[in-house]
Each structure stands twice: as structure tokens, then as C-alpha cells.
């Protein structure tokens, strides 16, 4: 259907509204919209006649928007922002204090910095090029008219050595023009920017930007094109580097499809792989307001339209086409053109052909802007891992800044470490974007002593300026001992594949390792790392006897392997008895040889093992509901039969009875009693209890309904080694209600003067139920301090006295601690030397909690002489 008659379809039988309009389509703007309103005068009769005229109105502007997007999808087939068209190339470089570099390792111009330019067109080019270039200050100050330089591309002088320009000071963008040679080229050009640089302000900076992303774009299809098509875990994993490095958005359900698809698919929608980049996107507001910009900026986020949230690419050459479209005379229109530099080359690209006819094609290119250099947020993404020095090859992984990767403004970068010897060295670093961060070369570290932990930190420059990167943790390889985890001392059952955890401090530079029986054959072992001092091994022993087994490990850069000795012991296999309770959603099966159970069912409800522990010698195979059961689905002293299937295919049936819920409180609120007058020390953590004080709190139960009259709690430190149990008997449990209970614990007299440290508590039944624990306090004991006494010359510190000062960590004279003294062990005298307070003010750690900082307000005395 013809696009004006759709139109005027939907509105030309409106009865107070004429549409007068012409739809422009154009390859800069196809959905640019010239349209007149005009109302015609009629006078409403009635006032429900007017609202009648104002629905059809509110009709007719929903139509014609729908109509908009429908006639205008077509032209989407090429997107404006393809930018597929090649322009000519600029050499150029840039020199500053001497040093030159090519214009790719540029991040940004300074003032007095000389720009060396030279425009490469082929020897027959039939049309004249003015190239003019002109620097800017803001969007609302023009600048000077002797901030514009011209030059004749065609000029043999300029063919044959370029053009020098100096950055002027206060200058705050730079742009090139490629104009085509007409009458009065020069001076038109430079009246358009000067009348409104503002609009050119905006296309240079959104030009550079839409630059720098096209980098990212081009360089992860370039990878993705360049991996393997055989192996499709390498095309997995080579994407997810790219992504997370280039910062590129990544649909992973094309790894669903034919190995043969999935480059295919990883690389389509170019235009909208790029994801938003704090280092590299706009800044800037829109220039231009009104309806048809809020229309544009509307339709071009949306997916018809190419763009979307993750599209900056695409928001900011939409942004500057739109400008520049608005902009133009009768002699020149200015259309957009990203600069892709390659060492001293800046490519060109446009994504429209440029026209050689009234209005002629100005081809309008950003460069970077004249400001301090925007130094990359690169970071380590895991800044606790710990890597091997001798692994080739050793890759340190890196993201936060994609333009470290994509681009050549990064450069000369290196990994320095330091020697025994205490000299520093430094490794070669290269940003490779496919393996994820930074690939060093080690090769010079083959004659280098170093010691076993060793700190790097990547330096190197960022255009003209040098930078810092993150620094991270390397293990130097070496012959060491490993030792077996002491809870793995009698892991190793035969008849079954068991986990084994061993320690060493070159975990992480293991290259293989291996285990042999007595018969010297090699068992098929996998091992993993878990942390940088800790190695789990899955050790097969299914077809093994009781014995030993020798266990070699091989590491990076080390010649001769380290040995170990391992014990198996053999173990039979049956189930004792499973333990669940009312309204839980786990329980525990205790037995042997418990690894062998594959799933357990009770009551249709099935449970999958979470984790294997050993117990008096015995496991203890901790269940967990599959899936989200009801709390009410076991009833208290049910008799029901659980189905263990093994992984060898029997199932045993085991007789299993429901026990009743377990008790549950919850904490309302909690009070502490000073048991002495007031303290010359303050404490400031909320959950600090003095160990001479005493602690009120109430519970509240949630199961059962109400407390019982044998009611007791359960208090104790963290790791059990002292506890007390409150009752109402013993008068430390009062009622308020038979919901609501105080509980009044004495730490002294329940736990003695040696008890500190965080407590616990739960619930515990006259049956010997417990409740789950939950935190209550830190316990802390507190010194009794007397006096301060300092002498006259402020030079000198102070003394304070008092007894068991032994039980201060430390004393500082301002809360950040910077000026601090510690109290040593084992220290038994009645006085300690302390800096001089701030009037009578000092800061102190307890230390049962040095974690938190106290107040010590004490009276300041003369020293006695």
C-alpha cells in the first residue's frame, strides 16, 4: 500500500483535524517526519460535542504513531549505523615533551601537543579534498577564527610531507574535515562550526566514543572468526573470555545450536554486541529537545530500530547523525565517520556514500579530546586468586577495561616483581582479549631467585602517560612437603572412589599428579584445586585392598617430583538408622559406606545427598529435600519405610521413624546490667557484654506454641569449650507469658573469669531436643584501670595504671589507631606506658574483641617525680 495514502486512510475523515505532511525518507534519517497541523476553526456547539472532537484527536495520534513504525520497518534492512562504507586513510601521529607515538596510542590531546597529519588519497582521485582542521572549547563558547587550519590535500607539499598543528591553549575538542573543494569552502565551513559549535562539541565526542566501541565489536568477531570449529568447549570458553573482557553481550543459547552455527550466531546484530562502558560512554545531554528528537530518540532504542539498552554503539551514531542531519547549507551537508586507528593509520569508515552534487558531503571526524588522560579501571577479577609463575602459559586474568583489549592505547605494559636480591623485574605483558587478561612471558625467569611469595603488579602506559594496574599474588614453585588434611587421616576406604584433601603451599603450581598401588599400577585419579594451599584428589579404590599407595606430584618448572605415602583401609557397608524431624526439610543417614547411596525416598519425597563426613567411624550422610516439600508432609512419631538407592542399582529399605519438631525461639530484644559503678571504659560495640555484667534478654518461641515449664536454654562460646544451661528452677528463666520468656544470664558466675569470646545460644528440650543455634553476644573482660599520670614535656608518654592489664590488646591516642601502643603477652605489670590522651580521652581494643574500638576516659595527672 502507498505509504501517503495509509495515512491518509486513518486520518483524512476526521471531522475538526487536516493533516497537511510529507514523509521524507532518507538514508540519513528514514524516520524523519515534516509534518503541518492545522486545525481547522470550528465552533462546538455543545460541550459533549467537544469531547467527542477530543477522543477521535487522541485516536488519530495513536494511529499515526502506529502507522510510523509500520511504513517505516522496511528501511531497517541496512541500519544506519553499519558504518560499512571504507573512506580514505589519515596518517597521523602525536608529539608531546618530545616523545611521538602513533596516533592508536593516543587516549587524549594536551595543549601544546603537535599533530603531524597527512591525508592518503589514491593518485587518482578525480575530486579536491579541503582538509581543515579545527579545535574547539565547549558548546557554548565559539571558538577563534585562527583555530582552524586549512590545507589542500592536493597541494604537493602537503602530499609529500602533511601538516603540523599545535593543540591552542584552552582548547577542549578536536575535529577534522574532509570537505570537497568548492567556492568559499573554507569560509563556510568555518562560520557553520563557529555559529554552532555545540552541535560539533557533541559529534566529536560521540564520534570518538562510537569509535572506540566499534573497536570492541571488531575485534571479538575477529577472534570468534579466528576459533576453533572442531571443539566446542574451546568456542565456549574463547567466547565467555572475549565477552567479559570486551565487555560484549553475549547470547548463550547459541552454544544450543550445531557446533557449524555457533559462530555464526555468536557474531550476528554486530551493531548491538556492545555493552554500556563507564570508561567510554557519553557524558553528554542531548543537544536538542522538542517532540521529533524525543520520537527519534524512542524508536531508535528499540529493537526494530537496531538500538536497545545494551546499544550505546548504536545510541550514540544515532545521536550524532541526527545533529549533523539537522545541520547543513546549501553548499554542505556533514555526515558522520568513525576513525578506526592501526599504528599511525586512521581508517575511515561511513555509513553513507557521500555525495559530490549541492549539497556536497562533508565528512565530519572526531578525534580524542584535549583533557587529562582518562585512566582504565582495570582490575583483577579475582583479586584473592593465587597464580604459578612457571605455568606456561600464565595468564592473569583481568576486566573492567575493554579498551585495554581492543585497542592500542595500552601499551609497554609489564608485570613487575621483585627479586631476593631485592632488584625488580620485569615480564613482558601482553592483553590478549581471547584468553581473558594479561599472557606473561616467563622465559626470563628461569635463572631468577626468587622467594616463594612473590607480589607482581602490571605497569604501563595509557597513551602518553604511565599507569598502575592491579597488582596480584604468585607462588614461586619449588620441592616442598605435602601432608594429608588431618581430617583425611582414614578417608581412603577401598571398594570405593574417595575424596582426599592435601596441603602444601605449591598447590597452585601442581602440573599432574599421580597415585600408585603396592603392584606399581596407577590409579585413575582427578584432582582439582580448592584453595591456594589445599588439593582435593578423587582416588579410585573400588578394586584396591588395604594398604599403601604412593602418590607423586609433578609442578611447573620443577625437575624432580615430591612424594607422599597414603594409607587405604578397608570398611564394610550397612545403614543404621535415618534422622528427620517434624517440619524439617533434611535429615541425617548414619552407617558405612554411605558414598554408595545415589538417593533416598521417604514418603514419595525424594532426597539427594549434600554432604559425606566421617564420625566415631562411621558416615554420616547429610539428605536434603530435591525439591521444596511441605513443612507438614512428616508428622511427629510417624512409622515409615525409606526406599536408599545405591548406585549400583539395589534398593534397601530402611524402618525410619518421624521424631517430633524441634524447639524454635527468636530473639526480641536484650539488655546489659553493669554490675560495678560506672567504668573509666566505654564500650562501643552493641553486642559487647562485660564479663562482670549481667545479660537480659527475651525469647519468644515459634515451636512449640508455649514454653514448657522445663524449659531451658543453652548458652556457649563458638566453639563449646565452656556453656551453661538456664532454667527456671535455677531462677534464670522467668515467664511473662507462655510465649514470651526472660532469660538473665551471669557470665562470671555460669562461665568463670577465664570465659571471652562470642556466645551462642538454643533452645533445648527436657528430652535432649535442640534448637538451631543463633548468635548472642561477645563476652568480654574488662581491666580495672586507676589512674593516668603524665609528665610535663608533651615528648613523653604516658602511664597508666590498674590491674590485669594484661587484658588491653592495645591503647592509641585517636580512633584510626595510627598512633598506637600494644600490650604484649603475657604482660604482669600494674602499669603500661600509653600515648598522651586527648584531655582525658585515650582508645583502646579489648583483647577478647580487638576487633572494636573502645573509649578509655580516665582523670590526667601530674607524674610524680
Avoid at 538514508?27 to 472532537?53: F, Q
Wanted: net charge negative.
Amino acid at each position: 500500500m502507498n505509504r501517503h495514502l495509509l495515512v491518509d486512510r486513518i486520518v483524512g475523515t476526521h471531522p475538526a483535524v487536516t493533516l497537511q505532511g510529507t514523509f521524507i525518507f532518507s538514508a540519513n534519517n528514514p524516520l524523519k517526519i515534516a509534518t503541518t497541523y492545522i486545525r481547522k476553526e470550528e465552533h462546538m456547539r455543545s460541550e459533549n460535542a467537544g469531547r467527542r472532537a477530543n477522543f477521535k484527536l487522541m485516536l488519530f495520534c495513536l494511529a499515526l504513531m502506529i502507522c510510523m513504525l509500520l511504513v517505516t520497518r522496511p528501511s531497517f534492512a541496512r541500519p544506519d549505523n553499519a558504518f560499512d562504507l571504507t573512506g580514505p586513510k589519515i596518517e597521523m601521529h602525536v608529539t608531546r615533551a618530545g616523545k611521538m607515538l602513533p596516533i592508536a596510542d593516543v587516549s587524549n590531546l594536551q595543549t601544546e601537543d603537535r599533530l603531524w597529519i597527512h591525508v592518503n588519497l589514491p593518485d587518482d582521485q578525480a575530486v579536491h579534498y579541503l582538509l581543515v582542521v579545527a579545535f574547539l572549547r565547549g558548546s557554548t563558547n565559539p571558538p577563534p577564527e585562527n583555530w582552524f587550519t586549512r590545507a589542500e590535500t592536493w597541494n604537493k607539499q602537503v602530499l609529500a610531507e602533511g601538516i603540523v598543528v599545535t593543540v591552542p591553549k584552552d582548547a577542549q575538542q578536536a575535529v577534522l574535515f574532509l570537505a570537497p573543494e568548492t567556492g568559499g569552502d573554507f569560509s563556510s565551513l568555518r562560520a557553520a562550526v563557529r555559529s554552532k559549535p555545540g552541535v560539533f562539541v557533541r559529534a566529536s565526542q560521540d564520534l570518538n566514543q562510537a569509535s572506540l566501541d566499534r573497536t570492541r565489536a571488531d575485534r571479538y568477531l575477529a577472534d570468534i572468526k579466528n576459533s576453533s570449529d572442531s571443539d566446542p568447549k574451546a568456542l565456549h570458553d574463547r567466547s565467555i573470555l572475549l565477552a567479559r573482557t570486551l565487555g560484549i553481550k553475549l547470547d548463550e543459547q547459541c552454544f544450543n545450536k550445531p557446533l557449524e552455527q555457533q559462530p555464526t550466531c555468536l557474531t550476528q546484530n554486530s551493531d548491538q554486541l556492545v555493552l554500556d562502558d563507564g570508561h567510554t560512554q557519553s557524558m553528554v545531554a542531548a543537544l536538542t529537545s522538542g517532540p521529533s528528537t524525543d520520537l527519534m530518540g524512542a524508536l531508535s532504542s528499540t529493537p526494530m530500530a537496531g538500538g536497545g539498552s545494551y546499544s550505546p554503539y548504536v545510541g550514540a551514531v544515532v545521536d550524532v547523525a541526527r545533529i549533523l542531519g539537522n545541520l547543513h547549507t546549501a553548499a554542505y551537508q556533514y555526515i558522520p565517520t568513525l576513525a578506526l586507528p592501526r599504528g599511525s593509520e586512521l581508517s575511515l569508515r561511513l555509513n553513507n556514500p557521500p555525495s559530490f552534487r549541492n549539497p556536497k558531503s562533508v565528512l565530519v571526524v572526531g578525534l580524542p579530546a584535549v583533557e587529562a588522560a582518562q585512566l582504565p579501571p582495570l582490575r583483577s577479577v579475582n583479586a584473592e586468586q593465587v597464580f604459578c609463575l612457571q605455568k606456561a602459559p600464565l595468564v592473569l586474568p583481568t576486566d573492567g577495561a575493554p579498551l585495554v583489549f581492543s585497542t592500542d592505547i595500552a601499551h609497554d605494559f609489564v608485570l613487575q616483581i621483585r627479586g631476593k636480591d631485592g632488584n625488580l623485574m620485569d615480564l613482558p605483558a601482553t592483553p590478549d582479549a581471547a584468553r581473558g587478561g594479561f599472557l606473561i612471558d616467563t622465559r626470563s625467569l628461569q635463572t631468577a631467585k626468587l622467594d616463594s611469595d612473590v607480589s607482581g603488579t602490571l605497569r604501563g602506559y595509557w597513551g602518553f602517560d604511565s599507569y598502575e594496574g592491579p597488582a596480584f599474588h604468585l607462588r614461586n614453585a619449588h620441592a616442598t612437603t605435602w601432608r594429608v588434611a588431618p581430617a583425611d587421616q582414614a578417608a581412603l576406604i577401598v571398594g570405593r572412589v574417595d575424596t582426599l584433601h592435601v596441603q602444601s603451599e605449591c598447590v597452585v603450581c601442581i602440573d599432574k599428579v599421580t597415585i600408585q598401588d603396592e603392584r606399581h599400577r596407577e590409579l585413575g585419579t582427578t584432582w582439582k584445586t580448592l584453595k591456594p594451599d589445599e588439593l582435593e584428589i578423587q582416588v579410585p579404590l573400588k578394586d584396591e585392598t588395604s594398604g599403601s599407595l604412593k602418590m607423586t606430584v609433578q609442578q611447573f618448572g620443577v625437575a624432580t617430583a615430591d612424594e607422599l605415602v597414603l594409607q587405604t583401609y578397608a570398611e564394610a557397608a550397612e545403614l543404621d538408622y535415618f534422622k528427620i524431624n517434624a517440619g524439617d526439610q533434611h535429615g541425617i543417614l548414619r552407617g558405612t559406606r554411605l558414598d554408595e547411596v545415589n538417593s533416598f525416598e521417604l514418603k514419595g519425597v525424594r532426597f539427594v545427598p549434600t554432604k559425606l563426613s566421617r564420625a566415631d567411624k562411621k558416615d554420616e550422610l547429610h539428605l536434603a529435600v530435591a525439591s521444596s516439600a511441605s513443612p507438614n508432609v512428616f508428622q511427629p512419631n510417624e512409622k515409615l519405610v525409606a526406599h536408599v538407592d545405591l548406585k549400583d542399582g539395589r534398593v534397601l529399605d530402611l524402618q525410619t521413624t518421624v521424631e517430633k519438631p524441634r524447639p524454635r525461639v527468636k530473639l526480641i530484644s536484650k539488655s546489659v546490667q553493669p554490675a560495678s559503678p560506672r567504668s573509666s571504659i566505654h564500650l562501643k560495640g552493641e553486642d559487647e557484654l562485660p564479663q562482670d555484667a549481667r545479660l537480659s534478654f527475651f525469647l519468644k518461641t515459634e515451636v512449640p506454641e508455649s514454653f514448657p515449664r522445663t524449659e531451658k536454654i543453652e548458652v556457649s562460646s563458638m566453639d563449646d569449650s565452656f556453656h551453661a544451661l538456664l532454667s527456671m528452677n535455677d531462677g534464670n528463666l522467668i515467664l511473662q507469658n507462655s510465649q514470651t520468656l526472660l532469660a538473665v544470664l551471669d557470665p562470671l558466675k555460669n562461665f568463670g573469669p577465664s570465659a571471652f569470646g562470642p556466645l551462642r545460644f538454643r533452645p533445648v528440650e527436657s528430652d535432649g531436643g535442640n534448637g538451631d543455634w543463633q548468635p548472642l553476644a561477645t563476652l568480654v573482660r574488662i581491666p580495672t584501670l586507676k589512674e593516668i599520670r603524665c609528665p610535663e614535656s608533651p615528648d613523653k608518654q604516658c602511664r597508666l595504671s590498674g590491674s590485669n592489664l594484661f587484658l588491653i590488646d592495645s591503647v592509641a591516642s585517636d580512633p584510626q589507631f595510627t598512633h598506637a601502643i600494644s600490650v604484649p603477652v603475657g604482660f604482669a605489670d600494674s602499669a603500661l606506658s600509653v600515648p598522651r590522651p586527648n584531655g582525658t580521652l585515650l582508645y583502646i581494643k579489648l583483647r577478647d574483641n580487638a576487633a572494636t574500638v573502645d573509649s578509655l576516659v580516665l582523670p590526667v595527672l601530674p607524674d610524680e617525680e
